[in-house]
């Protein structure tokens, strides 16, 4: 066996080995997941998908792969991947475990993935990797095994895939897509900046164990009027949103008790931290998936704190579902 598929598995064995060492020292030492229990490093509350325990902020894959998704602002992308080079990287994401930010989602081949080895085989980090799978029809499971392979502690299908796969009526594929990655033995997710996968999803009982939904509100002043955004949200073309409907989503989440991680909560930069976090937060995501730079990561880390911890004395209208 690789060394790698042994890693795979000593993560599971470490994960079921924590999970019974805390059961056994009593529900305060486990924490309270219904409520947003606080488990890891400097109270960072933590919930659970599936089996797999993660912090409730996440880190984005923007530290690897250098999207800033910054409007006309066309350097910007390049500007990060100068600024966070390997060696950048790998402190960055020292900084976020030291954080107790112990989970970064990513779509990690190449270079990039053998940057995260490089953490975790010669900096002895121990981040988490939920992985954006791109599956295809005529690749249907390649991306997805090699993930699986390679140490992702999860997986999902990517939202602008997800997207299209709906749109074109191929909501069968995308099932069965989400299925190939619960085989590979971790939990399987669905992306989506469209609430139509959701709702997709939903009708069809499809089961996954996670859901990536996009979520801010439009009050930022570059976004455009709501009711002249056009329905399909195509980042490469209109690239100042990402949750075209809002209200929608909060209202038919409520009814969803699959964990929920918000993404582009902050669309982009436009909307400040504390705003954003508590936003989706509020309105009922159980995580939210942030990028960051190393300057970032400890005020962001204490808003998340601050803010689950605020929301879990006021309540919400949709439960904690994880």
Request: hydrophobic share 35%.
């Amino acid at each position: 066996m690789s060394n790698r598929m042994d890693r795979r598995d000593f993560l599971k064995t470490s994960a079921a080995l924590s999970g019974a060492a805390a059961f056994a020292m009593g529900p305060d030492a486990a924490g309270d997941t219904s409520t947003g229990g606080n488990t890891e490093s400097r109270d960072m509350p933590t919930g659970r998908i599936g089996d797999l325990e993660v912090s409730r902020l996440i880190s984005g894959g923007n530290l690897i792969g250098g999207w800033a998704h910054a409007r006309d602002l066309d350097y910007v992308s390049s500007l990060m991947t100068h600024y966070n080079t390997p060696d950048k990287i790998l402190e960055t994401l020292k900084l976020m475990e030291e954080h107790g930010i112990d989970t970064i989602i990513a779509s990690l081949r190449g270079s990039s993935l053998d940057v995260l080895h490089r953490y975790w085989d010669e900096m002895d980090g121990s981040i988490k990797w939920i992985h954006q799978a791109k599956a295809s029809p005529d690749r249907p499971v390649q991306d997805i095994k090699r993930a699986a392979d390679n140490g992702a502690s999860a997986a999902y299908i990517h939202g602008g895939v997800a997207d299209r796969l709906v749109r074109n009526g191929r909501h069968g594929f995308l099932g069965r897509s989400m299925e190939r990655i619960k085989k590979q033995g971790i939990p399987g997710g669905i992306g989506a900046h469209n609430l139509d996968v959701i709702v997709a999803s939903e009708t069809a009982g499809y089961d996954p164990d996670f859901y990536m939904k996009t979520l801010h509100h439009h009050d930022y002043w570059s976004c455009a009027d709501p009711q002249q955004l056009p329905e399909v949200i195509d980042n490469g073309k209109r690239d100042n949103y990402w949750a075209r409907r809002p209200q929608e989503t909060i209202r038919f989440m409520r009814q969803v008790e699959t964990p929920f991680i918000a993404y582009k909560v902050l669309a982009a930069g436009a909307i400040p931290p504390n705003e954003g976090f508590r936003y989706a937060f509020e309105n009922g995501a159980d995580f939210i998936c942030v990028g960051m730079f190393d300057w970032q990561v400890a005020e962001d880390a204490r808003l998340a704190r601050k803010v689950v911890s605020e929301i879990r004395g006021s309540g919400r209208g949709r439960p904690w579902r994880a």
